[in-house]
Every structure is written in C-alpha cells, then in structure tokens.
T-cell receptor, first 112, second 111 residues
Framework: NAGVTQTPKFRILKIGQSMTLQCTQD?????MYWYRQDPGMGLKLIYY???????DKGEVPNGYNVSRSTTEDFPLRLELAAPSQTSVYFC???????????FGDGTRLSIL | KNQVEQSPQSLIILEGKNCTLQ??????????LRWYKQDTGRGPVSLTI?????NTKSNGRYTATLDADTKQSSLHITASQLSDSASYIC??????????FGAGTILRVKS
C-alpha cells in the first residue's frame, strides 16, 4: 500500500532558488493538505485542497503556491526560497474533512 | 486564541510500564479530538479520533479519553514497548479545515 508518497525526501536549496515538492496519493481521497513542521512546534497548515481544481490558503501560505489538477497529485511550489522556509514539509490526505488524515514521510528542506 | 497544549514535553519510562499523556485545548467551535503517533523521520499516523460526544476510545494498548466540558484529553499507553518510543501529537479539529496541532510529547521507552 503506497498511501501518500512525497518526493524528494531531502533537499538543500540556495536562497532565491525555486523548487516543487511532489505529493501523490493512491487512496482516491478528496482532501489534500500541505503542512510544515518546525522544531518544537505543532504542524502548521500551508495550503489545502477539497478536490481537483480547488485550493485554498491555510495558516502560513506566504511564499508558497499549490495546484490540484488531478485527484492524486498536489504539488507545493516554493518561489524565491528564503532561510525561514527551512523546515520539514508533510503532505496529507483524507477522504472527508472529519476523518483521520494520512501523512507522507515528509520532505526535509534546508535553505542556505 | 485556538491552542493545543501538551504535557509533559518529554517522558522516559521503563519497558512494560504504563504512562498517560495530557492535552488541553481551547479550540472553538470543536468538532473532534485526534491523537497521532510520529516515529522519528516519519509522518504522523492516526491512533484515535473522538467526537465531542465520545468519552473514550481504544486502539490496542492505546486508550484516549476526552472531557469536552473541561477541554481536556489524555492518551494512556498500557504495558509500554520499545516500539512505543515516538512523539505523540494531540490535534483539535474545529470548524471546516481548521486543525490545531499540539507540539507533541516525546516518549522514550527504555529496557
């Protein structure tokens, strides 16, 4: 069972570079989410999607963009990477909003 | 302000012992309370989810309780195993897509 798959697992970026974090799920879930996890802090919601073609901002969307062209894929784009975006990024999905979320294993991103 | 506070921040117990982790939340309106287990280097995995009308829910050796009146929840782990070493995250679900995550309790089980 693949579940939620995130790539890459690790990445180092230079300030000002851009990159896309990939997320795909094979459970036919409607809802997908992007979170960031900083040391000693709870996960913060960056963006979420309730279905293909529909996305919305979460708590900390600045500096990020998303798209949802298919049910399976929900990529997260970083433009003009900044040191403050050094974090661990988790993608998650759920069938319905009030059901448990299934998480990928994260992308560890360092911006130097 | 919507918040989730967990205690203790970290805990070390001997294998075979029981432990209880605490969670206080101030999320309103409130829909459900979730507990996740996060192993080092992995994503969180759901343990339990309870609506405001549920008082307790079990998942194997894990038992979660909820008091919606006092806005408190606990996660009790029975007969701990080395594989229970992880971070345990409490999450309060408010309205729509608003989930508030606690910072987690780091549990270490030693032999």
């Amino acid at each position: 069972n693949a579940g939620v798959t995130q790539t890459p697992k690790f990445r180092i970026l230079k300030i000002g570079q851009s990159m896309t974090l990939q997320c795909t799920q094979d459970m036919n879930h409607n809802y997908m989410y992007w979170y960031r996890q900083d040391p000693g802090m709870g996960l913060k919601l960056i963006y979420y999607s309730v279905g293909a073609g529909i996305t919305d901002k979460g708590e900390v969307p600045n500096g990020y963009n998303v798209s949802r062209s298919t049910t399976e894929d929900f990529p997260l784009r970083l433009e003009l990477a900044a040191p403050s975006q050094t974090s661990v990024y988790f993608c998650a999905s759920s069938l319905l909003v009030n059901q448990p979320q299934h998480f990928g294993d994260g992308t560890r991103l360092s911006i130097l | 302000k919507n918040q989730v506070e967990q205690s203790p921040q970290s805990l070390i117990i001997l294998e075979g012992k029981n432990c209880t982790l605490q969670c206080n939340y101030t999320v309103s309106p409130f829909s459900n309370l979730r507990w996740y287990k996060q192993d080092t280097g992995r994503g969180p995995v759901s343990l339990t989810i309870m609506t405001f009308s549920e008082n307790t829910k079990s998942n194997g050796r894990y038992t979660a309780t909820l008091d919606a009146d006092t806005k408190q929840s606990s996660l009790h782990i029975t007969a701990s195993q080395l594989s229970d070493s992880a971070s345990y995250i409490c999450v309060a679900h408010g309205y729509g897509n608003k989930l508030v995550f606690g910072a987690g309790t780091i549990l270490r089980v030693k032999s």
